[in-house]
T-cell receptor, first 117, second 110 residues
Framework: NAGVTQTPKFQVLKTGQSMTLQCAQD?????MYWYRQDPGMGLRLIYY???????DKGEVPNGYNVSRLNKREFSLRLESAAPSQTSVYFC????????????????FGPGTRLLVL | QQPVQSPQAVILREGEDAVINCSSS?????VHWYRQKHGEAPVFLMI?????EQKGHEKISASFNEKKQQSSLYLTASQLSYSGTYFC???????????FGTGTQLKVEL
């Protein structure tokens, strides 16, 4: 049982390049999330998928796209990377989402450290 | 809107107690607490739900004041392993997302 896995662990991009961050979970969770973490800013939600087949924008979606490939996998794509996207990216999952104000524990992956030059 | 955490940072000697606060400008449905050690992923500590239900860590306690839209995390008899950054996350009325605060850095020294 690996939990939430993310690839790659580290990445350096040049401005304008594209890349896809991969995330997979083996806990049979319905909901998956992408966050970015910047110093002093906490964790900010980029996109989330409440269930397979659905995706919604979070607080900071500009410059990103997502795909919920199946129940296990949720990818984040940067089409044209910018220095402002330098950050640590965390994927997380939970059994269900937060609709109705309840919700379960989120389990986080180890993170991807991205540097855009 | 992000919840506000206080203090931003605190240094303790081993065995001392600490309180970390989390305030929201909107009505809260639930408050979630996480701890993150340097270079690692956040780890779940506790959920407090509207109505008083709690789920979480045996050695950590927290309160949830629905009227004041606040939550406090109580760390007693601190240990070196308590060091890290503590985040509260909130789900506000009608919302379906978890919004995190900017964190409280806690350092426990000998």
């Amino acid at each position: 049982n690996a939990g939430v896995t993310q690839t790659p662990k580290f990445q350096v991009l040049k401005t304008g390049q594209s890349m896809t961050l991969q995330c997979a979970q083996d806990m049979n969770h319905n909901s998956m999330y992408w966050y970015r973490q910047d110093p002093g800013m906490g964790l900010r939600l980029i996109y989330y998928s409440a269930s397979e087949g659905t995706t919604d924008k979070g607080e900071v979606p500009n410059g990103y796209n997502v795909s919920r490939l199946n129940k296990r996998e949720f990818s984040l794509r940067l089409e044209s990377a910018a220095p402002s996207q330098t950050s640590v990216y965390f994927c997380a999952s939970s059994i269900k989402g937060f609709s109705g104000g309840r919700g379960e524990t989120q389990y986080f992956g180890p993170g991807t450290r991205l540097l855009v030059l | 809107q992000q919840p506000v955490q206080s203090p931003q940072a605190v240094i303790l000697r081993e065995g001392e107690d600490a309180v970390i606060n989390c305030s929201s400008s909107k009505a809260l449905y639930s408050v979630h607490w996480y701890r993150q050690k340097h270079g690692e992923a956040p780890v779940f500590l506790m959920i407090l739900l509207k109505g008083g239900e709690q789920k979480g860590h045996e050695k950590i306690s927290a309160s949830f004041n629905e009227k004041k839209q606040q939550s406090s995390l109580y760390l007693t008899a601190s240990q070196l392993s308590y060091s890290g950054t503590y985040f509260c996350g909130t789900v506000t009325g009608g919302g379906n997302k978890l919004t995190f605060g900017t964190g409280t850095q806690l350092k426990v020294e000998l």
